[in-house]
């Protein structure tokens, strides 16, 4: 048997962060774009905008944010706090991995 679980990170009782949230600010930062990010994880834009909304009016700062014009045009970043909280996220699930880990041993 195993113990298995999710996490999810709120604040003032709502949803900042959970594994899709944190799947789409990755591919944010890797793609410079909401509109390419929502293509690479096969997510329509509606949606992830809603996402991203949702998490930069829960969070204290936002987690994402427009990069106006430039030669290659304009985009979407993952800003300092939104990295951070990225990282703050992947060592907290690695850690409750690890956790339900040992307590699946106890059933073994």
């Known amino acids: 048997m195993k113990v298995k679980g999710r996490i999810w990170l709120e604040h003032n009782d709502q949803i900042i962060l959970g594994v899709g949230r944190v799947q789409l600010l ?8 909401i509109n390419s990010a929502c293509k690479s994880l096969n997510m329509s834009y509606k949606k992830a905008w809603k996402l991203v909304d949702s998490m930069n009016t829960v969070a204290d700062e ?3 944010e427009k990069v106006s014009g430039g030669k290659g045009g304009g985009g979407t970043r993952v800003t300092d706090f939104g990295k951070e ?3 703050k996220f992947r060592t907290a699930e690695a850690n409750t991995k690890q ?3 040992s307590e699946s041993e106890q059933f073994d």
């Open 26 to 33: 990755e591919q944010i930062a890797i793609d410079g774009s």
């Open 62 to 64: 936002p987690l994402v």
């Open 85 to 87: 909280m990225i990282q």
């Open 99 to 101: 956790f339900f880990k």
